[in-house]
């Protein structure tokens, strides 16, 4: 039974900084894509960040050069370092992987 579960959302102000992570259970992370999604209020959910099993990555557009989705196969863990924080980041995060989901961890930036 696959579980994952964020944390690391928190307030942060304009131009901070926070790291996401995403501890999987029952797979292991190394083995498959996974991806960190947001959503804001009264917005569709958005794909922020994907990496493949072999390790390559993509981003949208809005977060390249600031956000950074990596993985540590060892504590079987995804993480998505954010900096250069804007308000507009304001969302729910959530990872996904193998069709399960997480139950989001909130980042304010104000």
């Known amino acids: 039974h696959v579980q994952l579960v964020e944390s690391g959302g928190g307030s942060v102000q304009v131009g901070g900084s926070l790291r996401l992570s995403c501890a999987a259970s029952?797979?292991?992370?190394?083995?498959?894509?996974m991806a960190w999604f947001r959503q804001a209020p009264g917005k569709e959910r958005e794909r922020v960040a994907f990496?493949?099993?072999?390790?390559?990555?993509s981003y949208a557009d809005s977060v390249k050069g600031r956000f950074t989705i990596s993985r540590d196969n060892a504590e079987n863990t995804l993480y998505l370092q954010m900096n250069s924080l804007k308000p507009e980041d304001t969302a729910l995060y959530y990872c996904?992987?193998?069709?399960?989901w997480g139950q989001g961890t909130q980042v304010t930036v104000s």
């Open positions: 996904t992987s193998m069709g399960r």
């Open positions: 029952g797979a292991t992370v190394s083995s498959y894509s």
């Open positions: 990496i493949y099993s072999d390790g390559r990555t």
